[in-house]
């Protein structure tokens, strides 16, 4: 069961455990972690899952695709390790993700 600490900046981290095969989107959505909305429903087509994966987990997360890349260029708030939520898979592996969720998404 991954746990992933959401840190909303600005504001207290979130943590929560999440089942293996959940999107970092899904997770947000169950810990009720602000300003993600995933209005597309996990499509990679409106980017208001954005996230910015945690310098040291980035690696193992790893980098967003061609399709996903195209849609977080949209995000004014678009770093280095930026990922949209729907497009990230939880394994095991990533209990304890740091996962930093910018004001605006
Ligand atoms: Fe729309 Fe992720 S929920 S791109």
């Not at 980035?58 to 949209?84: F, Y």
């Amino acid at each position: 069961m991954p746990k992933v600490l959401f840190e909303p900046e600005g504001e207290a981290t979130i943590e929560v455990d999440a089942l293996e095969d959940m999107t970092l989107m899904e997770a947000a959505l169950m810990g009720g972690v602000p300003h993600i909305l995933a209005s597309c429903g996990g499509i990679c087509s409106c980017a208001t899952c954005h996230v910015v994966i945690a310098d040291e987990w980035a690696d193992l997360i790893g980098k967003a695709n061609e399709e996903e890349s195209e849609m977080l260029d949209t995000v004014a708030s678009r770093r280095p390790h930026s990922r949209l939520g729907c497009q990230v898979k939880l394994a095991n592996a990533h209990d304890g993700v740091r996962v930093i969720v910018p004001g605006e998404s």
